[in-house]
């Protein structure tokens, strides 16, 4: 299986290895909680992700696919991928991305307020 013939697959690997190790070392190092340092830490690698993304646009190189940048945001790197977006001026006329992040960063704010005991949900 050549990583070249799967792209999503590649980068999603990617995005799990440093994560995992990006927020291993805040947890180890920093001390923080475990839910903290795994935001924390998808959200610095996407940033990078997508930042290698829009030096290929312009170079006109290897790709990010989409679904790979919807899935890390989908992972909890909403606001990376918002910052990103903004940043670096990259994939700011697809509605679709607006719409998506849109919905997911809504998502995962309620879910975050009702983890956190903010925001109840019936008795």
Known sequence: M???????RFFMLLFVLLGAAV?????GLAGWPP??????????VALGIWAWDK??????????????LHAMAAL???PASFAAMLLFRHKLRKP???ALYTTLTALQLAAVLYLSGRLPLGD
């Open 2 to 8: 050549s990583l070249r013939s799967h792209p999503t």
């Open 23 to 27: 927020g291993a070392g805040l947890y």
């Open 35 to 44: 839910i903290w340092s795994a935001l924390c830490a998808a959200n610095l």
């Open 55 to 68: 030096r290929q646009a312009v170079r006109g190189g290897w790709r990010v696919p989409e679904a790979a």
């Open 76 to 78: 909890g790197a909403t």
């Open 96 to 98: 679709g991305f607006w």
